[in-house]
């Protein structure tokens, strides 16, 4: 069964990278490529790390190493590229008609029926997120043409083509160890409820009586110089993202591919949502301590780093209003 699932892992790898080689000027076809030998990848080294007592751990701990470094550099590029789109959608979307959040100390400001605190709020944004949008667009252009860079010289290195090879004998010829000779039923188990554990235990850690609440009003922060309360606290719910993945692509190996759980692919999704709104906010963040930028584009990054912590806080409460319908028990 394991092996199965690892020779038809390692095929759609193989077909993945074949695709992206014949998708020549065709970014389009190059991305889709890409994004499937990224999956691909993930779900053989997160399989070869829940089930490496059933493997050659030596062969299994190399090969999962080298696929984490090809799915990393590959993922860059996309990365740069949806928080980009993220980022200065989210500067149109504020700098438009609705509420806008005041000044560092001011608290939020009156609806533009309400005076003049309004205006000047909406007009400081909008002044500034045309300057934040282009200040961001630099910064994220130059990274994800560094990435581009990066993940063509992957793509021709010795080091891809040794992992490519791998992979090819991989998908005929598993490594198992003398153990996973024993029946299905008997050795599978055990792999699959110490990933279940990991995660419930890493779930147990996280505070969902806090993230029960929408918005968290200290979500909202102004001072840049320094990582928010909220962001320190990123971490753990990151590290149960990557465990849901493991305890998904081990269901996989017990039901095929084809029959995920839907609520905890759900639960995923919203994971994949905080991570993307913390990632966002840590680059409105980084961009907002450039030297020397104007007062109006810091405050417009200040306004745009706290919509995408709010962001953050929405996810967590979407993740554990899931989590209270999730099919994952303590075994």
Same mark, same amino acid.
């Given at each position: 069964?394991?092996?199965?699932?690892?020779?038809?892992?390692?095929?759609?790898?193989?077909?993945?990278?074949?695709?992206?080689?014949?998708?020549?000027?065709?970014t389009a076809a190059a991305a889709e490529a890409a994004s499937a030998l990224r999956c691909s990848a993930r779900r053989i080294g997160g399989t070869l790390h829940t089930f490496r007592v059933l493997l050659d751990?030596?062969?299994?701990?190399?090969?999962?190493?080298?696929?984490?470094?090809?799915?990393?550099?590959? +993922?860059?590029?996309? &990365?740069?590229?949806? =928080? @980009?789109?993220?980022? /200065? #959608? !989210? *500067?149109?979307?504020?700098?438009?008609?609705?509420?806008?959040?005041?000044?560092?100390?001011?608290?939020?400001?009156?609806?533009?029926?309400?005076?003049?605190?309004?205006?000047?709020?909406?007009?400081?944004?909008?002044?500034?997120?045309?300057?934040?949008?282009?200040?961001?667009?630099?910064?994220?252009?130059?990274?994800?043409?560094?990435?581009?860079?990066?993940?063509?010289?992957?793509?021709?290195?010795?080091?891809?083509?040794?992992?490519?090879?791998?992979?090819?004998?991989?998908?005929?010829?598993?490594?198992?160890?003398?153990?996973?000779?024993?029946?299905?039923?008997?050795?599978?188990? +055990?792999?699959?409820? &110490?990933?279940?554990? =990991? @995660?419930?235990?890493? /779930? #147990? !850690? *996280?505070?969902?009586?806090?993230?029960?609440?929408?918005?968290?009003?200290?979500?909202?922060?102004?001072?840049?110089?320094?990582?928010?309360?909220?962001?320190?606290?990123?971490?753990?719910?990151?590290?149960?993202?990557?465990?849901?993945?493991?305890?998904?692509?081990?269901q996989e190996v017990r039901q095929g591919s084809g029959s995920p759980d839907p609520v905890l692919a759900e639960a995923g999704r919203a994971l994949d949502r905080h991570r993307d709104a913390a990632e966002a906010?840590?680059?409105?963040?980084?961009?907002?301590?450039?030297?020397?930028?104007?007062?109006?584009?810091?405050?417009?990054?200040?306004?745009?780093?706290?919509?995408?912590?709010?962001?953050?806080?929405?996810?967590?409460?979407?993740?554990?209003?899931?989590?209270?319908?999730?099919?994952?028990?303590?075994?």
């Amino acid at each position: 069964m394991l092996a199965g699932y690892l020779n038809a892992r390692c095929a759609d790898f193989l077909r993945s990278l074949r695709l992206y080689g014949e998708s020549g000027s065709d970014t389009a076809a190059a991305a889709e490529a890409a994004s499937a030998l990224r999956c691909s990848a993930r779900r053989i080294g997160g399989t070869l790390h829940t089930f490496r007592v059933l493997l050659d751990p030596v062969w299994a701990d190399q090969l999962r190493t080298e696929l984490g470094w090809l799915s990393g550099t590959l +993922a860059q590029e996309y &990365a740069c590229t949806a =928080r @980009l789109h993220r980022l /200065v #959608s !989210a *500067l149109g979307r504020l700098s438009g008609s609705g509420p806008v959040p005041g000044p560092p100390g001011s608290g939020p400001v009156p609806t533009a029926s309400n005076g003049e605190g309004s205006a000047a709020g909406a007009g400081a944004l909008t002044v500034g997120a045309s300057r934040a949008g282009a200040l961001l667009e630099r910064q994220l252009t130059l990274a994800r043409t560094r990435s581009h860079s990066a993940a063509l010289q992957a793509l021709g290195s010795s080091r891809f083509h040794a992992v490519a090879d791998a992979v090819a004998v991989l998908a005929s010829e598993v490594p198992l160890a003398p153990v996973a000779g024993a029946p299905a039923a008997e050795i599978l188990t +055990a792999p699959r409820t &110490a990933a279940e554990r =990991r @995660l419930l235990d890493a /779930v #147990s !850690a *996280l505070p969902l009586a806090r993230a029960a609440h929408p918005y968290n009003a200290e979500a909202l922060v102004y001072g840049l110089a320094t990582p928010s309360d909220g962001e320190t606290q990123d971490a753990p719910w990151h590290q149960v993202r990557l465990l849901l993945r493991l305890h998904r692509y081990a269901q996989e190996v017990r039901q095929g591919s084809g029959s995920p759980d839907p609520v905890l692919a759900e639960a995923g999704r919203a994971l994949d949502r905080h991570r993307d709104a913390a990632e966002a906010a840590a680059a409105a963040a980084n961009a907002a301590r450039t030297p020397r930028i104007a007062p109006a584009t810091a405050y417009a990054l200040g306004v745009l780093h706290a919509d995408q912590r709010l962001e953050v806080e929405a996810a967590r409460y979407e993740f554990q209003r899931i989590w209270q319908r999730t099919a994952v028990t303590a075994p």
